[in-house]
């Protein structure tokens, strides 16, 4: 086990209004992985899916992510995947209860590998078929990631005190 601290708070975003995205620029590229704590909800009232774009000094539009989910509410089942999607999923967002959702970015600095993300998250008191939900998600470029957008899906606004906390983890 490494001695001292392991995780670092690097950057805090608490919308004080409402906001289309939330976008962390200029991540330091001293650690060797990315823990990226969401709570929040939107201002539309249908579910939305909360997504991930990430680039090396802009946001990488383009279709260079994939993503595998499973989740459920104790009753059904529900499970997919995208080889060729526009962004990372990372959750559902809901109107009218607290949404979450917690993103590892593994080796996130590296500039030989492709970039995975794992990510759990739910909703508190929420009757959708995804009350509970993992993801995998993949963006296919060996460049480092030093930006990472959150957005909710079009047409959706994040609230008035949606939080997202970027943390680095050091190398063991």
């Keep these: 086990m490494a001695a001292g601290a392991t995780y670092s708070s690097l950057a805090t975003n608490t919308l004080s209004t409402s906001a289309t995205s939330i976008t962390f620029s200029s991540i330091s590229q ?15 009232a249908t579910r939305v899916g909360l997504n991930i774009q990430v680039g090396n000094g802009t946001v990488d539009t383009g279709s260079n992510y994939s993503v595998t989910w499973m989740g459920g ?8 995947k995208d080889v060729s999607a526009g962004a990372i999923l990372s959750g559902g967002v809901i ?3 607290i949404s979450f959702s917690v993103t590892n970015f593994q080796n996130y600095s590296s500039t030989s590998t492709y970039k995975t993300t794992l990510v759990k ?7 959708a078929s995804q009350d509970v939900a993992d ?25 008035a005190g949606t939080t997202i906390t970027l943390y680095g983890i050091a190398a063991a």
């Design 30 to 44: 001293s650690y060797t992985d990315l823990v990226a704590v969401f709570s929040g909800n939107i201002t539309t």
């Design 73 to 80: 509410n104790g009753t059904t089942a529900v499970s997919g």
């Design 95 to 97: 109107s009218d209860t």
């Design 121 to 127: 998250a739910g909703n508190l008191g929420a009757t």
């Design 135 to 159: 993801w995998v998600g993949q963006w296919r470029s060996t460049s480092a990631i030093n930006i990472i957008k959150f957005y909710p899906d079009a047409g959706a606004s994040f609230a």
